[in-house]
């Protein structure tokens, strides 16, 4: 609940600082006096937008604290620990917002973006401000009332999951559907590159040992005539060969080594030449004799060759990577017909995932109409005290089974009413007063919220439009509210500021210069004749005395 708060240099405040109590709380004063700065001053440490007319005019900043006791409000509790920011029971909230506009934001002294005040907002207060019976006359406020009341979160976020599921695989399949004739065209051109290069078939590192083929065969005439020239001067002429002139040579110097031991190392390599010429002689014999010039091989590499070169060029590659660019198009080909099998996977996930959605939908949508029923009834039987007895009140939930899906399901809810009897039931905005409005509204609103876990709630004015014995119960409504949360309520009405357990009175000052704005609490007295002052004006009678005096009694018994 709210304990203090705390305002410096916010609008024509100065300085204030007030602390609340459980129950019900009556806000009331003079028209204009300022009754809804701490509604103001709220809403700013919930994270509303700051601007630099909310300032006091001289001052360099306006400054907000709030005081909160949580310990009665898990979901708070567990917000601030998963944030680290949890300080024992208590959340202290400050906003500062400069002359110039900027604000900052602190949660426990700890600093954070404004986003962070308004996710802790969630589990501390609920405002509801003077123009909120005009927002039910829309039919998402409506949805979003009845949700409020039926407490089906798990019902509604099961929902929105398969929604979101749902329009991600949307997404993707989509995407993939805009991008298939891009795939077809390229698919086509890819089978058509492909059947020619498998045609030729060329396999891997064929390019190269093809190459080197070419160049011998090219060249088969020279390296056989070379070949066997060479053959011919180390080893087989007649007239003078190497071998023989390294033989004849090494023969002389074994008969002079006896007399020139210094000869031996030039002898053993002599000999070695020897050895490595007869050698080489040999390889190169056998060269020659398995060297074959073959014209029709060479015609065959020769077309083989000049193919391979001539696709390299067609396809914009290098011959030697030809063989990689072939297998890499086959892999495209196939991860391009792997997308149309995906396409078709996608259509029936997605048709399965959308069947999801529906019966989600279907079963949320069972749990509003009980909840409708239930809400509905309690609305009507409220509005009965409030001088509306002939009125009825239904709400039709519509379930579109073939609607387009949405994060909230599939139903249209509508509040219907009828205020006479024998009137024909209609629709919210068609049928009541702005009277009657504020009425119903109120009691929509009392009873909506009576379900959720908030421990404060602030209903501004909401009680505009009403007066006489209709202003004693909705009194009386916020006060039953008030035995099980906290309320504080900013009214003009002495017949529901009576039924307050403690009532604040605001007050304006000037001095012709400044302006200035006060709040205090009011004690019994203080209470009758601000109670007489709304019921008569501002000059107290000795009749209106009485009557605060009475309508205290009667709120107190």
């Known amino acids: 609940m709210l304990t203090h708060l705390s305002i410096r240099n916010f609008a024509v405040v100065k300085t204030l600082d007030i602390d609340f109590n459980q129950g019900m709380t009556a806000i009331t004063g003079e028209t204009g006096a300022g009754k809804s700065i701490s509604v103001d001053a709220l809403g700013l440490c919930l994270g509303e937008r700051a601007d630099s007319g909310m300032v006091r005019t001289g001052a360099d900043k306006a400054e907000v604290t709030a005081g909160f006791d949580v310990k009665q409000l898990p979901g708070a509790l567990s917000w601030l620990k998963e944030h680290e920011l949890d300080d024992n029971d208590e959340v202290l909230i400050r906003r500062i917002v400069s002359s110039e506009g900027r604000s900052k934001a602190f949660i426990n002294g700890s600093p954070v973006p404004l986003q962070q005040l308004k996710n802790l907002g969630i589990y501390l207060l609920s405002i509801h401000g003077q123009h909120a019976h005009q927002q039910i006359l829309k039919n998402d406020q409506q949805l979003s009332l009845l949700d409020q009341y039926a407490e089906h979160d798990k019902l509604l976020n099961s929902v929105t999951h398969i929604y979101q599921n749902l329009r991600h695989q949307q997404k993707q399949y989509q995407d993939l559907l805009e991008g298939q004739q891009q795939r077809d065209d390229r698919r086509q051109l890819l089978s058509y590159q492909i059947v020619e290069l498998d045609e030729f078939s060329l396999a891997e590192n ?15 005439q020279s390296l056989l005539e070379q070949s066997q020239i060479s053959f011919h001067q180390l080893y087989d002429s007649e007239e003078f060969n190497a071998l023989s002139a390294v033989q ?5 110097l074994i008969d002079l080594q006896e007399h020139d031991a210094s000869l031996t190392p030039i002898i053993s390599m002599l000999n070695e030449a020897s050895i490595q010429i007869d050698e080489a002689a040999s390889e190169l014999r056998a060269y020659s004799e398995q060297l074959e010039i073959d014209p029709m091989r060479m015609q065959n590499v020769e077309a083989r060759y000049s193919q391979a070169l001539d696709l390299a060029r067609k396809h914009n590659v290098k011959a030697e990577v030809l063989y990689d660019f072939h297998q890499e198009l086959t892999q495209e080909f196939a991860d391009l017909k792997q997308d149309d099998t995906l396409l078709d996977e996608l259509k029936q996930q ?3 995932e959308e069947n999801n959605y ?4 279907q079963t949320l949508s069972d749990s509003r109409l009980k909840a409708a029923k239930s809400f509905a009834k309690r609305v009507e039987k409220h509005i ?8 009825e009140f239904t709400i039709a939930v519509e379930f579109d089974g073939q609607g387009t899906p949405n994060r909230l399901g599939l139903d249209k809810v509508s509040f219907m ?8 039931q209609d629709k919210l905005e068609k049928v009541v007063s702005g009277g009657e409005l504020s009425r119903i509204g109120l009691a929509i609103q ?4 009576s379900n959720n876990n908030v421990a404060t709630m602030i209903f501004d004015e909401v009680d505009s439009g009403i007066s006489g014995s209709t202003a004693s119960i909705v009194g009386e409504l916020l006060r039953t509210l008030g035995e099980t949360c906290q309320v504080i309520c900013v009214t003009h009405l002495p017949q529901v500021a009576a039924r307050a357990h403690n009532q604040m009175f605001v007050t304006k000052f000037s001095d012709n210069k400044t302006t200035e704005t006060h709040m205090i609490n009011l004690q019994e007295s203080e209470r009758i004749d601000e109670l007489a002052r709304l019921l008569a004006g501002d000059t107290l009678t000795e009749s209106a005395i009485a009557n605060a005096k009475e309508l205290l009694q009667i709120s107190n018994s």
């Open 206 to 220: 064929e390019f190269i040992e093809l190459e080197l083929e070419h160049k011998k065969l090219s060249h088969s």
């Open 248 to 252: 004849n040579s090494l023969e002389r």
């Open 350 to 352: 997605l048709q399965l």
């Open 358 to 361: 529906r019966v989600a939908a």
């Open 384 to 391: 009965h005290k409030m001088n509306m007895a002939e009125a």
């Open 417 to 424: 009413v009828s205020t006479n009897k024998g009137q024909s």
């Open 446 to 449: 009392v009873i909506s919220s």
